[in-house]
């Protein structure tokens, strides 16, 4: 939403929001910057006082807000997210063909680096795309006569640009009250990228069937001169493919289809190898069996060779040199809170990341431990999402956090309505860490989280803080703090 905003006040519409709680950093400087006015909390004034041509309502936003309910009560107008940014910035004014070619990036992990990072690119060559990012990316825009991005520059993860191009992350969550079907729907996409799927949102899908139904359909709407890419590692996401199972469910036996591209560390089109993570990664790249480039990325991990590829593939199409894309992801530092040192004091190093689904977690800290060789790495994590806040995914949290060396548990956030049968138990968690060797505890105030993160941190530690919510604070404490 905050990008959103950034975008219309950009095009030049006086623009406005609300929000239940205060905002948050990254977000909250950009908006202050643009000076975008945001009213917290939620109260029926705030709209009529504002009287706004237009409501972009929320997917998180249901029947009975305050806000929402004063609206259509007074008959303004609502529209969704995915709505504003195709009206607005994909279609073509009424009466006319062709509006920017979309460039959407799907999948349940790495949405917001690989589409940062495609964005970045384009930016680098000067296609002066319009991006919409669910983040901020670090050092937008690049800089063509410097060794590496200045990180002062946080300006956001949307521009509007006059190039075809419109880089989107998209998002396989319903759209809004009153549409669900997923965003991913409505961009009328021209590239679509799957980076991977897993069962996520289970608060709106059933079943894996279900969710990978809903990414078969995305990758139906490619125009057949255009782009499909797909993790070829990933057994979700490889089994769209038209001539796999999945695919064939929406592309029957019809030979046309968009053109395709695989991309992998094991398998693919085009695949990674030699790959070396340290303070910087590097890795070789073969396009069907060819070398055609040596990567040099400050992004580290394995899951972040998988962002690369699947953005070089979509550079290789667009027929940006290849040069150019190996300088530009040289430069690329990332989207902050992926991975994101945000304070070094006293030899302690904060990580801050958004990492909520098991396997995110899993990744990013195997990241961490590959790139910060010998530290010790204490997890602080907030279960903030749907999923996250439920019981179902226990288990894979247990054996996520088996590789870090102490992890700290914060309630989930705002859970307090769910059924004890079916909330996430961090003290259970947290217990079976113990037994299993990992240093572990479970904390329902931050205040005293904070107390015990001081009480143990030691110069050398890492102290990795996982959440996408705010986490009342506890990063801004971090950073004042230790």
């Not at 009213?39 to 309502?57: E, G, M, Q, T």
């Not at 995305?218 to 590692?233: E, M, R, S, W, Y």
């Not at 040069?323 to 990332?334: D, L, V």
């Not at 005293?448 to 009342?472: E, N, P, Q, T």
Request: proline share 4%; glycine share 10%.
């Amino acid at each position: 939403m905050g990008n959103l905003a950034k975008l219309l006040k950009q095009k030049g519409h006086k623009v406005a929001g609300s929000d239940q709680e205060a905002m948050y950093e990254p977000m909250k400087g950009v908006l202050h910057n643009l000076k975008i006015k945001i009213f917290s909390p939620y109260n029926a004034l705030h709209v009529k006082r504002y009287r706004p041509d237009i409501i972009v309502v929320g997917n998180a936003i249901s029947r009975g807000n305050l806000e929402l309910e004063y609206a259509m009560s007074n008959g303004h107008i609502y529209r969704s997210v995915s709505d504003i940014l195709r009206e607005e910035f994909i279609d073509p004014p009424v009466g006319k063909i062709g509006g920017k070619k979309a460039i959407v990036v799907a999948g349940t992990h790495g949405k917001t680096t690989t589409s940062a990072l495609i964005a970045w690119i384009l930016e680098y060559v000067g296609y002066d795309p319009t991006i919409f990012v669910g983040g901020v990316i670090r050092g937008f825009p690049p800089k063509k006569d410097r060794p590496s991005a200045d990180m002062r520059n946080f300006s956001g993860g949307a521009k509007l640009g006059k190039g075809k191009y419109i880089v989107i992350e998209g998002d396989e969550y319903n759209t809004a009250f009153f549409d669900k079907n997923p965003k991913i729907y409505g961009y009328r996409p021209y590239i679509g990228i799957v980076n991977n799927i897993e069962l996520d949102h289970i608060d709106i899908y059933k079943d894996m069937e279900q969710l990978k139904d809903a990414f078969a359909i995305f990758t139906k709407q490619i125009p057949l001169n255009g782009l499909l890419v797909f993790n070829a590692d990933n057994i979700g996401s490889y089994n769209l493919l038209p001539s796999k199972k999945e695919g064939k469910k929406i592309w029957g036996n019809n030979k046309k289809h968009p053109q395709i591209i695989t991309f992998g560390i094991k398998h693919g089109d085009y695949l990674a190898s030699n790959i070396k993570i340290g303070s910087i990664m590097t890795f070789h790249v073969k396009y069907k069996g060819r070398h055609v480039s040596d990567i040099s990325s400050r992004l580290i991990g394995s899951h972040n060779v998988s962002n690369i590829l699947a953005a070089i593939s979509v550079a290789g199409f667009l027929g940006i040199p290849k040069t150019k894309t190996i300088e530009a992801i040289s430069c690329f530092t990332g989207v902050k809170r992926r991975m994101e040192i945000i304070s070094e004091a006293n030899g302690i190093t904060v990580i801050d990341d958004y990492a909520h689904h098991p396997t995110a977690v899993y990744s990013t800290i195997s990241a961490i431990r590959s790139s910060f060789h010998g530290k010790r790495i204490i997890v602080v994590f907030e279960p903030g999402s749907a999923s996250s806040k439920k019981r179902v995914f226990e288990d894979q949290y247990f054996n996520a956090f088996l590789s870090a060396d102490t992890v700290l548990i914060y309630k989930p956030y705002r859970a307090e309505s769910m059924k004890s049968t079916e909330r996430f138990s961090g003290k259970k968690v947290a217990n079976r860490l113990n037994d299993a060797g990992i240093t572990s505890k479970y904390f329902d105030n931050v205040d005293k989280l904070m107390f015990h993160v001081k009480s143990i941190a030691r110069s050398g530690d890492i102290v990795l803080v996982m959440s996408c919510r705010g986490f009342d604070g506890l990063r801004e404490k971090l950073i004042d703090g230790l």
